[in-house]
């Protein structure tokens, strides 16, 4: 049984509404998606592809290898099933399992409940095979294994990530309410930014948003940063698999002459962390510092795209100095950015029309529980003006 060799069923799961984006780049890596659905994207491949995958995705959570199907209709037969299936051919002899969950079967109210009763079907098939038991817990950096169980369909995966991938593993101090590295990649590629002209990213936080620009700008993968997979701890690894991979993120990195990228804040201790930050993703030399008021931020002459990621009253601030904020966001942009294309992230669609700005487009996503909006605003040159006027809701692009 070589896993890394035998095609099987892949879901690539991501956070809610980034499955159009996760489609597009397993697109890009030459994969043919067979399904997408609001939090995740089928496909089919080996074990072998799930390393190409986990290197390569920006905008994916986890990279799930299914072993098998079946049907369960309590915990009981879910044990009895994987007590039958030969563990010891893909867990190494010393090797450290941990069970995660997605469970929605009315005899089980703990996902915990359902995890322990897995691994205690592995182990103890182990047991019986082998004589020995391996050793298991909650940390994610060994073998992982995956139940999904609704109703009375079951499936058993291989969590081949372990750890998220949708933390890109260069953010070292994140700051106050960072936003999800895999959701700031996903607004990125929601944009109109060519990748050339400059990215200004004024209050500017841990400078996720832009860090993220770079990458994508410059090529540089999330596998970069990352060095311990859960598919490293399954029998028919080979390092050699893992090796080729890496050398082809490090070998397309390529340099954008004369890109520029901007970011500002009016902490200090903001702009240090972001410093920290880009230089652990190695992209600190591409990018200036300032810390000031975002009116003051350097906005180099058009075409380019400025991008603000301001509070929204949900974590941080007042509402009524929010939308001061918001309004004087709208100022700066009809004033200073003519000819770019202006960004706004928020979770407050109320504090939306303070900008007092018409909104192009206004693109969907979701953090954490709240429903957000990427506001998207063309700051025209010349004759063509912004009104000051709410818009109607929109759906996404």
Request: charged share 25%.
């Amino acid at each position: 049984m070589n896993l890394f060799q035998a095609s099987s069923r892949i879901i690539v799961t991501c956070k809610k509404r980034l499955s159009i984006y996760l489609k597009h780049e397993i697109e890009e890596l030459g994969f043919v998606p067979e399904r997408v659905f609001s939090t995740g994207v089928e496909l089919k491949g080996t074990m072998k592809d799930c390393i190409r995958l986990n290197l390569n995705l920006r905008c994916a959570s986890q990279v799930l290898y299914s072993l098998e199907s079946f049907h369960a209709t309590n915990p009981e037969e879910v044990y009895t099933k994987l007590l039958y299936y030969p563990w010891e051919k893909i867990i190494p002899e010393d090797g450290y399992i941990s069970v995660t969950s997605n469970v929605d079967n009315f005899t089980v109210n703990s996902d915990l409940f359902m995890n322990v009763k897995v691994k205690d079907a592995i182990a103890d098939r182990i047991r019986r095979e082998t004589s020995k038991r391996p050793d298991s817990g909650s940390e994610l950096d060994h073998t992982v294994i995956n139940l999904y169980w609704k109703e009375e369909d079951a499936e058993i995966f291989i969590d081949t990530s372990g750890h998220t991938l949708a933390k890109h593993g260069y953010r070292k101090i994140p700051g106050k309410a960072p936003m999800l590295e895999a959701l700031a990649a996903a607004t990125i590629m929601a944009s109109k930014w060519d990748r050339k002209v400059p990215f200004i990213n004024p209050m500017c936080g841990s400078a996720t948003i832009a860090i993220e620009a770079l990458l994508i700008a410059t090529q540089r993968r999330p596998g970069l940063y990352r060095n311990n997979y859960s598919f490293m701890h399954v029998n028919g690894y080979e390092k050699e698999m893992y090796e080729i991979e890496y050398k082809k993120i490090v070998e397309q990195i390529i340099e954008v002459p004369g890109l520029r990228v901007i970011v500002s804040d009016l902490s200090e201790d903001a702009i240090y962390v972001s410093k920290i930050n880009a230089d652990e993703a190695g992209v600190a030399e591409l990018m200036q510092f300032s810390v000031c008021d975002f009116e003051s931020t350097e906005v180099p002459p058009a075409p380019g795209v400025i991008y603000f990621n301001p509070e929204y009253g949900e974590r941080l601030g007042e509402i009524t100095e929010l939308e001061e904020t918001y309004a004087r966001l709208g100022d700066f942009m009809k004033k200073k950015c003519q000819g770019y294309t202006g960004y706004i992230f928020t979770g407050n669609l109320d504090l939306a029309k303070k900008i007092g700005l018409k909104a192009s487009h206004r693109i969907e996503f979701y953090t954490s529980q709240i429903d957000c909006r990427l506001l998207e605003y063309e700051m025209y040159l010349g004759s063509k003006r912004e009104e000051r006027a709410p818009q109607k809701e929109k759906t996404s692009r």
